[in-house]
Nanobody, 122 residues
Framework: QVQLVESGGGLVQAGGSLRLSCAAS????????MGWFRQAPGKERDFITA???????TYYADSVKGRFTISRDNANTVYLQMNSLKPEDTAVYYC????????????????WGQGTQVTVSS
């Protein structure tokens, strides 16, 4: 069992930056993959980035590559640094964990946070 708690969402203007945090607790181990998803109003949930819990490779969707950075620290926290934000980045952002492998690229994650709202104004 894994619990994920997100924080850091809010309102920013286009071109600005924001950092989201995801605190993980419960049963965790190095084989987990950690990811971030987002869902805009009226649209499907999109997979945008992932990192190995061990701090190995990373993946970014084309929509955020070069602007967003996923990372983790030694206190069981995963971060999403978002730079050069655009109005189309407006969405609810979800932290997620997968037990399918140490680095899993896809939509079938097992555990989810509650989501945090990010709004980017023009």
């Amino acid at each position: 069992q894994v619990q994920l708690v997100e924080s850091g969402g809010g309102l920013v203007q286009a071109g600005g930056s924001l950092r989201l945090s995801c605190a993980a607790s419960g049963r965790t181990f190095s084989s987990y993959s950690m990811g971030w998803f987002r869902q805009a109003p009226g649209k499907e949930r999109d997979f945008i980035t992932a990192i190995s819990w061990s701090g190995g490779p990373t993946y970014y969707a084309d929509s955020v590559k070069g602007r967003f950075t996923i990372s983790r620290d030694n206190a069981n926290t995963v971060y999403l640094q978002m730079n050069s934000l655009k109005p189309e980045d407006t969405a609810v952002y979800y932290c997620a964990a997968s037990t399918r492998g140490s680095f899993y690229i896809g939509n079938n994650y097992n555990y989810w946070g509650q989501g945090t709202q990010v709004t980017v104004s023009s």
